[in-house]
Structures are given as C-alpha cells and as structure tokens.
C-alpha cells in the first residue's frame, strides 16, 4: 500500500513539475528570441546613426589631409564601449584604422575583421563629391551577455518556483488525495474481508 502510496504521488509530482516547467522554458525560449530580434534591431539603428554621424563629422578633416584630427573625432565615437572599430578610407587606401584589443583598448588597426560584429559603411563627400568612405563595426558581447545573464536569472525562477511547486504538492497530495486513497483501500479491505466472513459462514 505505501508503495502505491509513494507510486501515485511521484507520477503526480512528475508531471505537474514537468508541464510547468515546459511551459516556462518554452515562455522563456519565446521570450528570448524576441527580445533578441528586438535588441538587434536597436542596433542596427545605432549603428546607422554612429556611420551617418561619423560620415558627416570626417568631412573636413579628410578634406584637410589631417590625419589627427580625424583620429580625434574616431576617439570620441569609440568612447561608447560598443563601437569595436572604425576605418577610414581616402581615395581607396586606408587612411585611419582604430579598433579593440583583447583588453578592449583602442589600437591602430589594417582593416581584417572577422567575427561576428555589425558593421555599416558610408561615403563622405565633400561638396557632393566623394573623398572617401567609413566602416562602423558594433559589437553585440555586451548585448548577448546582458540577456544571458537576464535569462539565468529567470531560469533560476522557474527552477525556484518549481521547487516551491514540489512543496505544495506533497503537502496537498498528503492531505488530499493520499488519505482519502487510504481510506478507500481501508474500506475496500474491510468489504473484502467482511464478504470472506460471509462466504465462510
């Protein structure tokens, strides 16, 4: 009987914790994937800004052939963290290279990237004609590991919910469904054992 007793009440446990749980991870995963599409798509907004900006900011220092002027106005974009790099271009060669090191320092750079970075390019023209061109990359590390870590702390709620789900349920199934179970097979031997006595008679 407490076999039965145990049997019924972890199937019961299982598969309400497991359906929770599905509909959390799968809420989650949902959630996940949108709120991603969406931080990508702010970027890729930013990143345009970022380039229009540069573009129109470069415009005289290029003209002027002033190589410190330039690096100066690329120091001041790269101030935002996500800015990985930037290159400037005059007439097809490069002018200015910056990017991040492993200790996210600004260095020069030749221009080869590679990795998964969002990038933007745009001419700059002087007097409606071209003089050169900048590359924009954005970095999304900072983007992922905020929701990474958003997503930890929300799986850890789900776990933490679903434990606080075993509790209730071994309390309630306790009081519930175990004793009223107990009480039918108690009824049930006392028929069968009362239709024995019968028979015997």
Known sequence: MNRLKQSIKTRIILITVAVICS?????????YTLTKSDAVQEFEELLTIKADRLASSL?????????????????????????????VESDGELFVGKQRDKTWHIIDSANHISGDYLV???????????????????????ML??????????LLSVALLALL???ILVASLNRMVIRRLQNIMLSTRAIASGRAIALKS
């Open 59 to 87: 415009e005289l220092p290029l003209w002027e052939v002033d190589r410190n002027w330039v690096e100066k106005i690329i120091a001041g974009e790269m101030d935002d963290k996500r800015i990985y790099a930037v290159f």
């Open 165 to 167: 789900v075993v509790i």
């Open 23 to 31: 509909g959390f991870i799968a809420s989650e995963i949902h959630d």
């Open 120 to 142: 933007r390019m745009r001419t700059i023209s002087h007097q409606k004609e071209g003089i050169g061109s900048v590359k924009v990359y954005l970095t999304q590390q900072f």
């Open 145 to 154: 590991e905020a929701l990474r870590q958003r997503m930890s702390r929300e």
